[in-house]
């Protein structure tokens, strides 16, 4: 039996097909327009979005000689807080997709800041009151595209995150559903409560008509049509909760970091939701729903906007390589950075700084400074923002009285850089440790699927499945480790005072 995950990403739509030992046996991607606007605004066109994922699904099919009915069950693993509005009738979007990196609603959130409202969002939610959730984005859309408001409050409209967007489109147009790990990057649902809040729904003055109903992330949301072929979606979650669940990390003090477009590093917290006081914000993590739906759970987490996304700008804007997996190499060619720090806020910091007006800076130019030296830096800033991340992790680890993390497991495209990973075990002086599959985000999913039809028995079958390839253990001491990192914070504070 095999399982199909569609992990639908922010700069690419990829399909990738498991077997019941977790083993990869195809896979098929493509890259997808990025829009940018305006100075801070990022979009996406939605029908572009669905019209890759497709074709990468026939793809896939098409590769390992699989029919349709081969599928016992579809995954479905997405960009979050990616907001998009439909016509109900038609099925078509009302105007472009605004990405979760997209800035445009600062203003309003500063707003509402000054009002007094972060405090209330943060307690309903668990997140900070930030341009990058869903909630202001909808609320941008229903001001500024003409007749979106009428036809929100007519009920001819549907919101969805980009899992709600493909679900609606796979059963041909049917399902209006998301899960519980992508109504909370939402801002609009309440984590404790288990349900879209109203309070917060009046504070945006967005509609409940536009909302998809909320499921756990192990269910049987409905079927998907694929070639006349019905198929059940067993599997919905975020991609970072997918990606926590495909690492296996089950239970609370287990933690991962993804290396993607961002970089998101999660806490599995259990049952407790635990706010943060380190810059950090509370969320749910996959939850399963069969037999039964089980006790919520939760996860600490911090969000770094730019991560691997550096690498595409220096591939793209500077044409410093011409494909991603050659930073490594050009990196290679200096034996440091030579006092070059790249601070690559495109779209402002996040956790644990959310300053959204800050942007990107490369400090310590000088006429010697080769493209090599700022492809280290580059990669170095990853692997710095991820540090600042594990130890806000820390420092609430301790506040809880928690057992501190131990190792880090990682993941993600720019997880293959070895150069990455040994620098990030340097700074965070615990070790790195890389699974044999990569593709955590699309197996989490998979076993999120496996698991509502029975094809996995219970979590303890997943974790059997999950392998390690490389363990990177800290190699210079923790004073040099401080020093490189006050160094590099040092450079955040002087952007600061620009703002």
């Not at 980009?162 to 041909?172: E, G, H, N, P, R």
């Not at 990669?379 to 190792?407: K, V």
Request: include cysteine; charged fraction near 20%.
């Amino acid at each position: 039996m095999y399982l199909l995950a569609l992990d639908q990403g922010t700069s690419s739509s990829r399909s990738i097909i498991f077997n019941d030992r977790g083993e990869i046996v195809g896979s098929a991607q493509q890259e997808f327009t990025q829009y940018y606007p305006q100075a801070g605004w990022v979009e996406h066109d939605a029908m572009e979005i669905w019209q890759s994922q497709i074709s990468t699904l026939h793809q896939v099919l098409k590769s390992t000689q699989l029919r349709p009915q081969d599928i016992a069950a579809i995954g479905i693993t997405n960009q979050r807080e990616t907001t998009i509005l439909w016509h109900r009738k038609t099925g078509l979007p009302i105007c472009p997709a605004i990405v979760w990196q997209d800035r445009r609603t600062s203003d309003l959130c500063e707003e509402l800041r000054s009002q007094g409202y972060d405090k209330i969002i943060r307690a309903k939610t668990g997140l900070v009151l930030d341009p990058y959730f869903s909630a202001s984005k909808i609320a941008w859309i229903l001001e500024h595209i003409p007749s979106a408001r009428a036809l929100a409050e007519r009920g001819e409209l549907a919101f969805g995150t980009v899992d709600t967007w493909l679900a609606y489109q796979l059963s041909d147009q049917n399902l209006h559903v998301t899960d519980v790990t992508n109504a909370s990057r939402t801002m609009l649902w309440n984590i404790h409560e288990h349900c879209w809040d109203q309070d917060l729904l009046t504070l945006f003055n967005i509609p409940e008509s536009l909302l998809p109903q909320v499921h756990p992330s192990s269910y049987r949301f409905g079927d998907a049509r694929i070639f006349e072929a019905s198929i059940p979606i067993a599997g919905i979650a975020g991609d970072q909760q997918a990606a926590l669940f495909g690492q296996v990390c089950f239970e609370a003090g287990l933690a991962k970091n993804t290396y993607g477009t961002g970089c998101f590093m999660l806490l599995h917290t259990g049952e407790q939701s635990q706010q943060s006081e380190h810059g950090l914000i509370n969320t749910r993590a996959c939850q399963l729903g069969t037999p039964k739906p089980q006790p919520a759970q939760f996860a600490l987490e911090g969000s770094v906007f730019i991560g691997g996304a550096v690498v595409q700008w220096l591939r793209d804007n500077l044409h410093a390589i011409s494909k991603s997996n050659e930073i490594e190499t050009l990196a290679a060619q200096v034996k440091d950075s030579d006092g070059v720090i790249f601070i690559p806020a495109f779209a402002g910091l996040g956790a644990p700084h959310w300053t959204p007006q800050i942007r990107g800076a490369i400090f310590g130019l000088h006429r010697g400074t080769q493209m090599a030296h700022i492809a280290r830096a580059a990669i170095e800033a990853i692997a710095y923002q991820s540090t600042e991340l594990l130890f806000a992790m820390q420092e609430d680890c301790a506040h809880h009285r928690q057992t501190p993390l131990r190792e880090m497991r990682v993941d993600g495209g720019a997880a293959a850089n070895n150069f990455l990973l040994q620098f990030q075990a340097d700074l965070i002086g615990i070790p790195v440790v890389r699974p044999k599959i990569l593709e955590t985000t699309a197996l989490g999913v998979a076993f999120l699927a496996g698991l509502a039809i029975g094809l996995f028995e219970d979590m303890a079958a997943c974790a059997e499945l999950w392998q390690e390839d490389r363990r990177f253990e800290p190699q210079i001491s923790s004073s040099l480790a401080a020093e490189l990192l006050q160094q590099w914070q040092s450079k955040i504070q002087v952007l600061r005072s620009t703002v």
